[in-house]
């Protein structure tokens, strides 16, 4: 080997390149995931996508019934679409009013917490919240 490349400080290592082997290949210490590469990026992205779905819990599931509150799909977008928002602001928990309907969602969660509607509304104090949306 040439000695200006042999004692060059530049130059860490003057082995030549070699093939690893597959034992060789060490796995990941850290907690990052191992995907499956066999899968489509498209299925990867949807599952991921449908864990971020809003849920909602068994209370205001409970409210929505009583009541009579039925959402359209228009709505339930504003709603999901509004829990991003604040999402994206660092909100934890927060009001969302979506036409007469407000919602207290755990945005951490993506859970909807509770619904109560315009009626219910009146003279409501709304606690333990961090932001509001008004769509």
């Known amino acids: 080997m040439d ?4 004692n060059n400080p530049y130059i860490l290592y003057n082995k030549p390149l070699t093939k690893i082997n597959k034992t060789e290949i060490r796995k990941p210490t850290n907690n990052s995931q191992i995907v499956n590469s066999n899968l489509p990026f498209q299925q990867i992205l949807q599952e991921k996508l449908d864990v971020e779905e809003l849920k909602f819990s068994n ?23 509004a829990v991003a928002k604040v999402a994206s602001k660092g909100a934890r928990d927060s009001l969302v009013l979506v036409d007469s309907v407000a919602f207290v969602v755990s945005v951490k969660n993506k859970t909807v917490i509770t619904a109560i ?7 409501n104090v709304f606690t333990n919240i961090d932001s509001a949306v008004i769509t």
């Open 59 to 81: 209370h205001a599931l409970e409210r929505l019934k009583r009541r009579n509150i039925n959402l359209s799909n228009e709505q339930l977008n504003k709603l999901k679409s």
């Open 3 to 6: 000695k200006k490349i042999q």
């Open 117 to 123: 509607d315009g009626e219910q509304m009146k003279e």
